[in-house]
Every structure is written in structure tokens, then in C-alpha cells.
């Protein structure tokens, strides 16, 4: 099942927008003035992927269809800016879905007068089952909250995707939807405890640091995954050379063989070491040994099986070497990046000098930012949404930033949107373009 586009009626109670995603190219470049909703439209496919609709409780809209590879998913409202909406699949009057209904009837079975108070301020708690609305200077019940403040659901945080039915949770799971928002620079800390009023508010934390700290726990499960394989190998090695013939090796290299072999193990391990996915001091047979014809049965054991151990480190350290290249390809100002064990990124200064992260300029830390989502956060099946890359980018990085892009996707079947008002990011493909002012 792939996503084909998306078409919009009665936005914000004036547009009508069309987009299909370019099907050849990978890439859609979506443009337009402010206010037209190119944002909007990147949040309404992430939305219906993400099974995340309480979007379109206050989004102004008369028809939303999205269109897919053998159906179409479509969203009606009555009232354009009320927030109950309806969904139903190729027109099928069957699988019609109210979802005002859906979370009104969810709220009633689990949420308690006690969520009601912090999530809405206005409310005093009675009891398990009332409450006071000072807003209108009376008491209520959960029913009447929920046909008063219809987008309560969406604060209260509670987990709705296995509520919605088996007919639309199985059309968008085949797709997974990655989106980079403008927003890059500060994340917040999704594991504390946080609803609208409560005490205590999310951690903000520097977006950077935090995918420092991912890489770092990256590296170091990789190292453990190849200490465990390497533990096994080397575990069964007597065996496997002294056992029966089924268990020897199947084809034994010759001496030339046995040089080539090692000359490119030595050359992964190289890289390994290079970015800390294999300890430094580690030391490979090099390739000058003495090979006599009887020891060439070992060597095979040890050739394969330290290709089996090295090989646990390939999808990552094809990541960061397409990272990093492309940092350092950027002229950073005069800093150099590579990958630490302990602290996932560090970038030094012409002196050699390490440098704090936050010591990196907004548009450093934005095209950071945009690679590593890229190439390590985005699936190779990914649909992925881009909202405004050319933010704090120097002229130069918007001209490559298509380029870079075209390259990191290349070999994956993936689709990207993104919106953007630079002419830079979009340079020469101006065919990838969908312009929202021509709607």
C-alpha cells in the first residue's frame, strides 16, 4: 500500500488544495505563500499515518481525502470548524466512523473527574463522577464535559489507536510517517510525567545534545552486540576446525586468497577504529604472515569468522561515514565532527581544541540536526515530511541541501514532501514543485 497525495477542501474555510507526491523522483517540494497551509498539509498526512486525528478537531476544513495506492480515506465535517468529524473508506457507507463518538464514548469508560480538574482549570472536582464549571456556575457530570470541551482528548494524553477500527489502522500500517518540524532545536524530555496544568512540566533539552547522546548508546550497543557474536565464534572455533568434515570449511583460500582477505579486513577495521565502533588497540593478523599450506584451514576459520564479527558494525558505520563526510564537507566554520563512545558527537575547533555543543552557531546545530534525522532516524520505508529546512541554513547549505538529500536516500524506498519558501533549497528542480498560490 503506498500513499499517492492528499486533496483538501474548504481549508480554513478558503483554500482548495491538491497534492500527489512525485512518484518517480522520491521528492515533492511543496510551495506557496504563508498562510496557505503547506504546514498544515505535512501535518495531515502525519496525522492519518500516526493515527494521531485529534489534529483535526480544530482544523477548519469541509473534505479531506487522502488518497492511497487502491483507496481513498476520506474526512467530512458538518460544520467546517466544529471539532467532531467523520471518516470512511472508498465512500463505503459501512465503514463510516464518527469521531466525535469514538472519543466521547473513550472519555466516559476512562478518564476520571480527577484528570478532568487539571486538565481544564475551569473545573473544581465534587466527586468521582461531578465536577463544578465555574464558567457557566454549575455542576456537571463527565457526559456533559465531554459534549462541552470536545478536544479534551487531545490533552489528556490517552492512548486511542486501538479504538479506531481494524479497517484504518490496517490500510496506514504498512506506512510509517517521519516528520521534521521546524521547531528543531529544543526537544522535550517525553519520558517525564506532563499534562497542561500539572506541577511538574517536561525537561527542555538541547535537541543536539540529545542525539549525541542516542549516537553514544548507538555505538555502544553495536560494540556489545559484536562482543557477543565474537564471544560465540571464538567459543566454537576448536570445533568447528577439529570437528568432522561437515563442520570444517567448506572451500579453503589460497595464500593469495588469504593476503586479499586480510588486506580487507584490516582496511574495514581501519574505519571501525576511526569512528570507536571497534576498540583501538585491537589488532587484526596482518597480511604479511608466513602462510604454509597447513595452517590455511585456520586462516579460513579466522578470515570468516572475523568478516561474521566486523560485519555486525556495517549498517551503522554506513551511517556515519555518510554523516560525518557530509558535515565536514560543509565547513563548519573551521570545527571537524567525529563520533565519541562516550559522548556520541564532538566537534573540535583548527586547534584540536574540543568544543561543548551548545557552542555551535543555530545553523550549525540546524544542519545537524537535519542529517541525523535523515540518516539515523528516518526508516528506509519512511514517508518523510520536511518543514522548512532552510531555516537558519547559509545560502551556500540551501543550495546543498537537495543534493545531500538525494544522496542519503538514494538506495531507500522512501518518499519525501517538503515545505519550503527558499529558492535556494529548491535550486534547479523546479519540475518537483507543487506550488500552493497556483491552486
Same mark, same amino acid.
Request: no cysteine.
Given at each position: 500500500m503506498e500513499l499517492l497525495g492528499v486533496k483538501v477542501s474548504g481549508l480554513f474555510g478558503c483554500f482548495n488544495h491538491t497534492l500527489m507526491l512525485n512518484e518517480a523522483?522520491?521528492?515533492? !517540494? =511543496?510551495?506557496?505563500?504563508?498562510g496557505y497551509g503547506k504546514t498544515v498539509l505535512l501535518k495531515i498526512l502525519d496525522s492519518v499515518i500516526s493515527l494521531q486525528l485529534d489534529f483535526f478537531h480544530k482544523l477548519e476544513f469541509e473534505l479531506i481525502e487522502v488518497f492511497f495506492s487502491r483507496h481513498t480515506l476520506r474526512f467530512t465535517k458538518e460544520v467546517p470548524c466544529s471539532p467532531g468529524f467523520q471518516m470512511m473508506l472508498d465512500q463505503q457507507e459501512e465503514t463510516r466512523f464518527s469521531y466525535r463518538e469514538h472519543f466521547a464514548s473513550l472519555l466516559k469508560r476512562r478518564i476520571t473527574t480527577d484528570d478532568l480538574e487539571l486538565l481544564l482549570p475551569q473545573l473544581e472536582r465534587i466527586n468521582s463522577l461531578k465536577c463544578y464549571d465555574r464558567s457557566i456556575r454549575d455542576i456537571v457530570d463527565i457526559n456533559e464535559v465531554v459534549e462541552r470541551y470536545p478536544d479534551v482528548?487531545?490533552?489528556s494524553g490517552i492512548e486511542t489507536s486501538r479504538f479506531f477500527p481494524d479497517w484504518y489502522i490496517g490500510l496506514v500500517a504498512p506506512i510509517n510517517a517521519h516528520f521534521i518540524r521546524d521547531q528543531r532545536l529544543i526537544s522535550r524530555d517525553s519520558a517525564s510525567?506532563?499534562?497542561?496544568g500539572a506541577a511538574t512540566p517536561k525537561t527542555l533539552l538541547d535537541t543536539i545534545e540529545q542525539y549525541a547522546l542516542d549516537l553514544a548508546q548507538e555505538l555502544r550497543r553495536y560494540r556489545q552486540e559484536y562482543a557477543e557474536l565474537s564471544q560465540q565464534l571464538d567459543a566454537s572455533l576448536p570445533v568447528r576446525l577439529l570437528g568432522s568434515d561437515s563442520q570444517s570449511p567448506a572451500v579453503l583460500y589460497s595464500s593469495d586468497q588469504v593476503r586479499e582477505q586480510l588486506g580487507q579486513l584490516l582496511d574495514l577495521q581501519q574505519k571501525l577504529q576511526c569512528h570507536q565502533l571497534?576498540?583501538?588497540h585491537l589488532q587484526l593478523l596482518q597480511t604479511d604472515v608466513e602462510i604454509r599450506d597447513q595452517d590455511r584451514a585456520i586462516l579460513t576459520l579466522y578470515i570468516d569468522d572475523t568478516r561474521k564479527k =566486523?560485519?555486525?558494525?556495517q549498517p551503522l558505520l554506513a551511517k556515519i561515514e555518510t554523516f560525518i563526510d557530509l558535515l565536514n564537507d560543509k565547513g563548519l566554520a573551521f570545527k571537524t565532527a567525529q563520533v565519541d563512545i562516550e559522548r556520541g558527537l564532538v566537534f573540535k575547533n583548527h586547534k584540536g581544541q574540543s568544543l561543548s555543543l551548545n557552542q555551535l552557531s543555530s545553523g550549525e546545530q540546524h544542519q545537524i540536526i537535519l542529517l541525523f534525522e535523515l540518516i539515523f532516524r528516518a526508516g528506509d520505508n519512511? =514517508? !518523510?515530511l520536511i518543514d522548512e529546512p532552510e531555516i537558519s541554513l547559509h545560502i551556500a547549505w540551501q543550495k546543498e541541501f537537495l543534493h545531500d538529500l538525494q544522496q542519503i536516500i538514494a538506495d531507500r524506498d522512501v518518499?519525501? =514532501?517538503i515545505a519550503t519558501h527558499s529558492p535556494q533549497i529548491i535550486d534547479s528542480e523546479w519540475d518537483l514543485t507543487v506550488d500552493l498560490e497556483d491552486e
Open positions: 523522483n522520491k521528492v515533492t !517540494i =511543496l510551495t506557496g505563500p504563508n482528548l487531545a490533552l510525567d506532563y499534562r497542561e571497534l576498540h583501538s =566486523l560485519a555486525v558494525f519512511d =514517508l !518523510i518518499k519525501v =514532501l
